[in-house]
């Protein structure tokens, strides 16, 4: 079975510029949960999405956005970008909700300049 | 809010000695799920236990065991006798209806 899939690898933005990073789940997964995670503050929840529907959200601003797609793959934007978005985003997908084992992708890994 | 203290920054052993890493919670959910992951230095943060809050039965798994109290809310991690490929950090985390919650992790350094 393919693990969580993570793309692209790495991105460079500048300031002000939007982002849009992928992921597709294990097969069968139906929930994809956004992480960031960065050496100050840690790994950070950003959302949760579960048959198309966003179940849960962290305290993000509105500048983070998600979606997910009928076959469960997921995309997550970031407008406006600002330097302090430089981080490893990462994507967890599990059969059900996220309060059972999430399986992690690789990560993007965001700098901003 | 909810929140997943690990104390424990760094810790370093050397092989064949036993290490536990120590989570503390907080929420006031009744229903909650407490988890370890381990990222290795590849990255890919990897699943080790999952533990319901009406669960409170400590489990081994080999050399791994956790032990779970809700007394003092605390979900501790023992590896008994280290090995090098122990090394990489190890996040407790903690599931409840609206929030997901990572302590800031433990990094483990085994030497040989």
């Known amino acids: 079975k393919a693990g969580v899939t993570q793309t692209p690898r790495y991105l460079i933005k500048t300031r002000g510029q939007q982002v849009t990073l992928s992921c597709s789940p294990i097969?069968?997964?139906?929930?994809v949960s956004w992480y960031q995670q960065t050496p100050g503050q840690g790994l950070q929840f950003l959302f949760e999405?579960?048959?198309?529907?966003?179940?849960n959200k962290g305290n993000f601003p509105g500048r983070f956005s998600g979606r997910q797609f009928s076959n469960s793959r997921s995309e997550m934007n970031v407008s406006t970008l600002e330097l302090g978005d430089s981080a490893l985003y990462l994507c967890?997908?599990?059969?059900?909700?996220?309060?059972?084992?999430?399986?992690f992708g690789d990560g993007t890994r965001l700098s901003i300049l | 809010a909810q929140k997943v203290t690990q104390a424990q920054t760094e810790i370093s052993v050397v092989e064949k000695e036993d290490v536990t890493l120590d989570c503390v919670y907080e929420?006031?959910?009744?229903?909650?799920?407490l988890f370890w992951y381990k990222q290795p230095p590849s990255g890919e943060l990897v699943f080790l236990i999952r533990?319901?809050?009406?669960?409170?039965q400590n489990e081994i798994s080999g050399r791994y065991s956790w032990n779970f109290q809700k007394s003092t809310s605390s979900f501790n991690f023992t590896i008994t006798a280290s090995l090098v490929v122990d090394s990489g950090v190890y996040f407790c985390?903690?599931?409840?209806?609206?929030?997901?919650?990572f302590g800031a992790g433990t990094r483990l350094t085994v030497k040989p």
């Open positions: 999405y579960f048959s198309e529907t966003q179940r």
């Open positions: 985390a903690l599931s409840s209806v609206n929030d997901m919650r």
């Open positions: 929420t006031r959910d009744t229903t909650y799920y």
């Open positions: 533990r319901n809050s009406f669960d409170e």
């Open positions: 967890a997908s599990s059969e059900g909700y996220s309060n059972q084992p999430q399986h």
């Open positions: 097969s069968g997964h139906r929930s």
